[in-house]
């Protein structure tokens, strides 16, 4: 069946810095791939998302790039701000779980002023 | 808008106790799903319902009963709650299944204890 898998977590950073977090997936066909963002004391929201091959999502500054040759969809923003801080899912959709979320097991970010 | 409204919040309940998740979406979506999170595991589907009157199980249906009789309502049932069932849950729904075209909406979450 379909799988995601997220980088190990919690990541802390301090404000304005780098942040990378890996995703990469297992699925048949071509699957849509997306990252939900949860802060705290609130549901999930989508972020982004990228539905074919070499396509880039973006949104609030974050970016990512659906990686068909590596399987992989890594979230990246260039400057973090505090106001970043919440828990990152990625999630993919189609494969044989046509119609549902299949999510990865969720990457907590804190950041530090 | 409201969008997707799950009641309660906070819920601890006794091994051995049954209860209702409530949860309503206004937004006349046809998919409707549930899902568990639990540390380090993500979220996993519990029931989903592509329609009123159409339900079906996800990857971990055991222990829980749904039901679907109109388009805004998908309440979650527990009907013998277990100390494996401590979770947060999570109402979504959407317009149609997930797809490159189809966006998930997510109600704020039930915490719930099993002691």
């Known amino acids: 069946g379909d799988s995601v898998t997220q980088m190990e977590g919690p990541v802390t950073l301090s404000e304005e810095a780098f942040l990378t977090i890996n995703c990469t997936y297992t699925?048949?066909?071509?699957?849509?791939l997306f990252w939900y963002v949860q802060y705290p004391g609130e549901g999930l929201q989508l972020l982004l998302k990228?539905?074919?091959?070499?396509d880039k999502g973006s949104n609030k500054g974050f970016e990512a790039t659906y990686r068909k040759e590596t399987t992989s969809f890594h979230l990246e923003k260039g400057s973090v701000q505090v106001s970043d801080s919440a828990v990152y899912f990625c999630?993919?959709?189609?494969?044989?779980?046509?119609?549902?979320?299949?999510f990865g097991q969720g990457t907590i970010l804190t950041v530090h002023p | 808008n409201a969008g997707v409204t799950q009641t309660p919040k906070f819920q601890v309940l006794k091994t051995g106790q049954s209860m209702t998740l409530q949860c309503a979406q206004d937004?006349?979506?046809?998919?409707m799903s549930w899902y568990r999170q639990d540390p380090g595991m993500g979220l996993r589907l519990i029931h989903y319902?592509?329609?009123?009157?159409?339900?079906d199980q996800g990857e971990v249906p055991n222990g829980y009963n749904v039901s679907r009789s109109t388009t805004e309502d998908f309440p979650l049932r527990l009907l013998s709650a277990a100390p494996s069932q401590t979770s947060v849950y999570f109402c979504?729904?959407?317009?149609?299944?997930?797809?490159?075209?189809?966006?998930?909406?997510f109600g704020q979450g039930t915490r719930l204890t099993v002691v």
């Open positions: 979504a729904s959407s317009q149609a299944g997930i797809s490159m075209n189809t966006e998930a909406f």
């Open positions: 699925a048949t066909g071509y699957p849509s």
């Open positions: 990228a539905t074919k091959a070499d």
């Open positions: 999630a993919l959709a189609g494969g044989t779980s046509y119609g549902k979320l299949t």
């Open positions: 937004m006349n979506h046809e998919y």
């Open positions: 319902s592509v329609g009123a009157g159409i339900t």
